[in-house]
């Protein structure tokens, strides 16, 4: 299963774009990237998940090089409640999809 | 509402006792997973399991065991209740393709377990 590498924190001022990169070098061919955020007490929740280029949805984007070694998860100008730490997974194609492993992700910390 | 719901929210057992955590999914998810997560840690996949009646180990098995008789229910069970079983344990589930559109896992809110 692919390792993933990610910074341990991140700090941000409110209004502020912050992108958080994920290294994942041994990425097999079949894997998605998919990444969680999850807020103190509570399970992780769905994120954003991507193949390559470029996924965006109501909450985030995802960019992924055309060699997948890498991702990077923008959040467009954060507020206070996206004090959270966010993982990055790879993975997820049948048969390896009950396997995913986490990380201890990146601790995003945002303040006025 | 549907999800994944787990109970009990929290629980205090002394060592040596045993106990069951119960997880139920109301998605007709074939996945569900159990995973421990120790402070200012990542979470552990504890047991899996791809589908009723299979179940599988992850990267921390000892000292649990699960079973799958339904898709809804995938109880988690300490057999004898040990200090460094002190954690918060998230029961997950996801559709058999968790790629594209599917959304990922779905994890409960977690259950609080104090060892003393």
């Known amino acids: 299963l692919a390792k993933t590498t990610q910074p341990i924190s991140m700090d941000s001022y409110e209004g502020q774009e912050v992108n958080i990169t994920c290294s994942h070098n041994n990425i097999a061919t079949n894997d998605y990237i998919t990444w969680y955020q999850q807020f103190p007490s509570q399970g992780p929740r769905f994120i954003i998940q991507?193949?390559?280029t470029k996924v965006t949805n109501e909450v985030a984007s995802l960019f992924i090089p055309a060699d997948r070694k890498s991702s990077t998860l923008s959040l467009p100008r954060v507020s206070l409640s996206d004090t959270a730490v966010y993982y990055c997974l790879v993975g997820g194609n049948t048969g390896t999809a009950s396997k995913l492993t986490f990380g201890t992700g990146t601790r995003l910390q945002v303040t006025l | 509402n549907a999800g994944v719901t787990q109970t009990p929210k929290f629980q205090v057992l002394k060592t040596g006792q045993s106990m069951t955590l119960q997880c139920a999914q109301d998605?007709?998810?074939?996945?569900m997973s159990w995973y421990r997560q120790d402070p200012g840690m990542g979470l552990r996949l504890i047991h899996y399991s791809v589908g009723a009646g299979i179940t599988d180990q992850g990267e921390v098995p000892n000292g649990y065991n699960v079973s799958r008789s339904t898709t809804e229910d995938f109880p988690l069970r300490l057999l004898s209740a040990a200090p460094s079983q002190t954690s918060v344990y998230f029961c997950?589930?996801?559709?058999?393709?968790?790629?594209?559109?599917?959304?990922?896992?779905?994890f409960g809110s977690g259950t609080r377990l104090t060892v003393v």
């Open positions: 998605m007709n998810h074939e996945y």
């Open positions: 991507g193949y390559k």
């Open positions: 997950a589930s996801s559709s058999i393709i968790t790629t594209g559109e599917s959304g990922g896992y779905t």
